[in-house]
């Protein structure tokens, strides 16, 4: 089940993206933005998209974003635990979330791959 997320869910949203990290560090160049992307993350509840999977009565997927213009939407991140990939959860996350941008205008979306993150290339 794909549902939009509330103030409530952040504890989860933010195991949710740690586990992200922990799985796809940043390159050892940059400094960490963790902290500042929890905060995107706690700011888009109250305006933007923040998406959560849920399977059998709990969390296992997160994406957020929005709309970065007119008719541009950014997703910003997405991440599934690894024990529900192959099961299309990442799938059903981006469709909804391509959805609920499409009905807010946005006529393209974008978004960046980091080049370690094998998964997602």
């Known amino acids: 089940m794909i549902r939009l997320a509330t103030p409530d869910d952040l ?3 933010e195991e949710l993206w740690r586990a992200f990290g922990d799985e796809v560090p ?8 963790q902290d500042e ?3 995107e993350i ?7 998209v923040v998406l959560l999977a849920e ?5 296992v ?9 007119t008719r541009v ?9 690894p024990e529900a990939r192959r099961h299309g959860v990442a799938a059903a996350l981006t469709r909804e979330f ?11 979306v974008e978004l960046e791959v980091v080049a370690s993150n094998d998964g997602a290339h």
């Open 11 to 13: 504890p989860v949203l």
């Open 26 to 33: 940043d390159a050892p160049w940059r400094d960490s933005d």
């Open 37 to 39: 992307e929890l905060e």
């Open 42 to 48: 706690e700011q888009l509840l109250g305006g933007g």
């Open 55 to 59: 399977r059998d009565g709990r969390a």
């Open 61 to 69: 997927g997160i994406a957020f974003g929005g709309k970065t213009g």
């Open 73 to 81: 939407a950014e997703l910003r991140g997405l991440y599934v635990q």
């Open 98 to 108: 391509v959805a609920r941008v499409r009905g807010d205008g946005a006529e393209v």
